[in-house]
């Protein structure tokens, strides 16, 4: 009888000890969600001497995501399709910078620079979309 109260009191103090455990835990920005940002990317072309010549789909662009606000770390990355489009998925409730790099067409020495978004998700399930950049090449 002693040893049926014992195992009771075992199962109850792991069953609080495990649900403690899981309300304490604060999911942040990042990874393991079911959030997506969707977004495209399209380059303007200029000529050497700045003259504007068209656009296109930016394809097999790299496009960058920073999970929260506290770094400036990189978390992420993936490239454009044929089309320009990106996505990034899986993604839980935050706030994101999401990021491309663009050439810089009166920068001294061509230098690229930085075209940047941020984005929040508000819900765990939610699909952010048109984070559309326009860059120079």
């Not at 656009?55 to 993936?78: F, H, L, P, R, T």
């Not at 690229?112 to 120079?136: A, L």
Request: one cysteine or more; a negative charge.
């Amino acid at each position: 009888m002693h040893s049926k109260y014992l195992i009771m009191k075992i199962r109850i103090i792991t069953i609080i000890i495990v649900l403690a455990t899981l309300l304490s835990c604060k999911k942040t920005e990042g990874v393991g969600g079911r959030a997506k940002i969707q977004g495209y990317v399209l380059v303007e072309h200029y000529s050497n001497s700045g003259n504007y010549k068209g656009n296109y789909d930016a394809q097999n662009k790299k496009v960058y995501i920073i999970y929260g606000d506290e770094d400036e770390i990189v978390d992420d990355n993936v490239s454009t399709s044929y089309d320009g489009t990106f996505e990034f998925d899986y993604l839980q409730k935050g706030t994101y910078k999401i990021f491309v790099y663009s050439s810089c067409v009166d920068c001294f020495n061509k230098e690229d620079s930085v075209v940047m978004q941020t984005v929040t998700i508000n819900d765990r399930k939610e699909i952010i979309e048109n984070v559309d950049f326009v860059i120079t090449d």
